[in-house]
């Protein structure tokens, strides 16, 4: 079936989520400990990213973790910090709005798929700058569901005005992104642009966001 439309995830796929973390947990870090040592500062921060687990875990969580291993405290105000300042650092991939651009000077319709709490991830998308060529912008937040049920990806293609079939989604979580899209009817492409990730299916790989004009040919 022909490939109408190309619809994204955003953050760690269009949006470079580990640059805008780390500059987000200096900040607060900043505010915690400001005369500490620079080397402890930056060990502080990079265990927070690895406690983050590319965001999908809740900021308490980190906090409590950060709390039992370095008695060190983000503060109970961390989610709503985080919320309101991730938004302010985030930024994207080099190649994201030049690939979207192409793809729509090819033709294809495209859309971004995102899970997570309404306000912030619009405040993200509307700072990035790219939203005006996004023929669809589906939250989680705004909806009943999130990925990786396939409701919200069938429901995404509906809005498109196309088939699930006739969608590939671009995303680099592989139980919210791969999974959910495949289960969806949708041809699945991970992209992790961190070095290569292995699997024995026979999945679409890209490593930067232009190899998906390549995939598109």
């Known amino acids: ?8 995830d955003f953050d760690d796929t269009l949006g470079n989520r580990e640059d805008y973390s780390h500059r987000t947990y200096i900040q607060r870090i900043e505010e ?13 921060i990079q265990m927070c990213l690895i406690y983050d687990q590319h965001g999908d875990i809740n900021k308490h ?7 039992e291993t370095m008695g060190i405290d983000l503060g109970e105000d961390i989610q709503d910090y985080w919320m309101s300042h991730q938004c302010e650092n985030v930024v994207l991939y080099p190649e994201a709005r030049s690939t ?9 319709l495209v859309g971004v798929l995102s899970n997570g709490d309404s306000y912030g991830q619009h405040r993200k998308l509307n700072r990035s700058g790219i939203e005006d060529l996004l023929d669809v912008l589906v939250v989680s937040g ?5 990925k990786p049920d396939p409701k919200i990806f069938i429901e995404t293609a509906e809005k498109l005005g196309v088939l699930p079939e006739e969608c590939i989604y671009v995303g680099d979580s592989f139980r919210n992104d791969i999974y959910g899209s495949h289960l969806a009817g949708m041809t699945p492409v991970w992209v992790w642009p961190h070095g290569d990730r292995y699997t024995d299916l026979d999945i679409l790989r890209i490593s930067k966001l232009s190899e998906l004009l390549d995939v598109l040919k």
């Open 1 to 8: 079936m022909t490939i109408k439309a190309v619809i994204f």
């Open 100 to 108: 979207i651009e192409e793809l729509k000077a090819r033709g294809y």
């Open 142 to 146: 705004d909806t009943d569901t999130k």
């Open 32 to 44: 915690v400990m400001p005369d500490a040592d620079p080397w402890l500062k930056e060990t502080v």
């Open 61 to 67: 969580f980190v906090r409590k973790r950060l709390l």
